[in-house]
């Protein structure tokens, strides 16, 4: 196992084991949904600020120190969480959660270029993607298991570890390229004007499922469970099941060509899983759950094979990634916001069917980016 496949394990553990246990804490100190979307939204806002200014910088630096970044913020966040008491301190945390996630993104896909190179960029980014996703699941198991028989504060304590195992991880990635950085080139780097139209109308196309995803799996998903009565360990094992059922798709659909159809059958698992969760509930969860779990797998090859096509006639690969990236993520911020007022207004059968409509549009513009790059896998 190379260092990047440590790396992205670790971080996809505890990144995503957070996302499920930060909800679940705020819950059961008694904030508002309204409060937990504000909250919530404060990662990706940071996310894609902190993105941009260190994708630039990595392509004149190279990814080693934002790999190092990547880890040190890790345990700050945690570390940080585990001292809040109010809803400020914990939008803190998500601030310093946005630098992390930051600082690996702005690098992990240069460094798979660097590694396996540009023809085989695509693929090998969607197999990372998924071996992300499962270990996702693996985190998002242990925190359920952890939270049936530990306080919050041990199960952070857990995760504060984790962190400093990723930090020493991290100085296993080589440095290269110029030790300074120079802003003036930065600030060249991020002029959206300069780019490609083909790069500003993926990052169109990016914006639908980036705001659906982020809205159920960062927001809907863990504090409507715990609503309809799941358990900690429940809850931990249903969102699981998403990110299993995602990655096992994700390994599938990456072993042979399927044709545009197999877009179809993702966009509508998804959408159906969406708008049925909220009104059957129950027992129903764990199947549905399954249900959009493979629509997302089927997502991820299409995610990287627009991106790695927006890309094909780039110079610098880390800063028109984070640009790519740009407006789905401040789009996604927005929707935490307006999902949490949506929930407390509309209920959450509104949330799920929005987000299922958008998965639809999102499958039904990528499908429009891939004829015209003539290959559907």
């Known amino acids: 196992m190379d260092e990047l496949k440590i790396i992205n394990f670790l971080d996809a553990f505890s990144t995503n084991a957070l996302s499920v246990l930060i909800p679940l804490l705020l819950v059961g100190r008694g904030v508002g949904v309204v409060e937990?979307?504000?909250?919530?939204?404060?990662?990706?806002?940071?996310?894609?600020?902190?993105?941009?200014?260190?994708?630039?910088?990595?392509?004149?630096?190279?990814v080693r120190r934002f790999f190092i970044l990547n880890g040190l913020t890790n345990v700050i966040a945690v570390g940080a969480y585990m001292v809040a008491?109010?809803?400020?301190?914990?939008?803190?945390?998500?601030?310093?959660?946005?630098?992390?996630?930051?600082?690996?993104?702005?690098?992990?896909?240069?460094?798979v270029i660097a590694k396996k190179g540009k023809r085989k960029a695509a693929e090998e980014m969607s197999k990372m993607q998924a071996e992300?996703?499962?270990?996702a699941a693996m985190g998002i198991v242990a925190v359920g298991v952890l939270l049936s028989s530990y306080s919050f504060d041990i199960v952070l304590t857990f995760f504060l570890l984790l962190g400093f195992m990723l930090l020493g991880a991290s100085f296993m990635v080589e440095g290269r390229n110029r030790s300074k950085v120079r802003m003036n080139e930065i600030f060249g780097q991020l002029d959206f004007r300069k780019k490609s139209g083909l790069l500003k109308r993926t990052s169109r196309v990016m914006i639908s499922y980036t705001v659906a995803s982020m809205i159920l799996l960062s927001l809907v998903f863990p504090i409507f469970l715990k609503e309809i009565g799941f358990d900690y360990w429940l809850i931990g094992l249903a969102i699981a099941l998403f990110y299993t059922s995602s990655a096992a798709t994700t390994f599938v659909v990456m072993k042979r060509k399927w044709g545009e159809w197999i877009l179809w059958v993702g966009a509508l698992l998804f959408f159906a899983g969406a708008v049925l969760m909220p009104l059957l509930g129950g027992a129903w969860v764990i199947p549905l759950v399954l249900l959009m779990g493979v629509g997302d797998g089927v997502s991820t090859p299409v995610w990287e094979y627009i991106v790695f096509n927006a890309l094909r006639s780039s110079r610098d690969y880390s800063s028109d990634v984070a640009l790519l990236h740009t407006p789905p993520n401040i789009c996604g911020a927005v929707g935490l916001i307006l999902a949490g007022v949506a929930v407390s207004v509309f209920g959450y059968w509104f949330v799920f069917v929005l987000c299922g409509l958008l998965a639809v549009l999102f499958f039904y513009s990528a499908s429009s980016l891939l004829k015209e790059a003539r290959y559907f896998w």
Do not use: C, H, Y
Request: no cysteine; net charge positive; aromatic share 10%.
């Open 36 to 62: 937990i979307g504000f909250v919530i939204s404060m990662s990706p806002i940071i996310f894609v600020v902190s993105r941009s200014i260190f994708a630039a910088a990595s392509d004149q630096v190279g």
């Open 85 to 111: 008491n109010t809803p400020l301190l914990f939008s803190f945390g998500k601030m310093i959660e946005g630098v992390r996630n930051g600082a690996i993104w702005a690098v992990v896909r240069t460094a």
């Open 132 to 135: 992300r996703t499962a270990a």
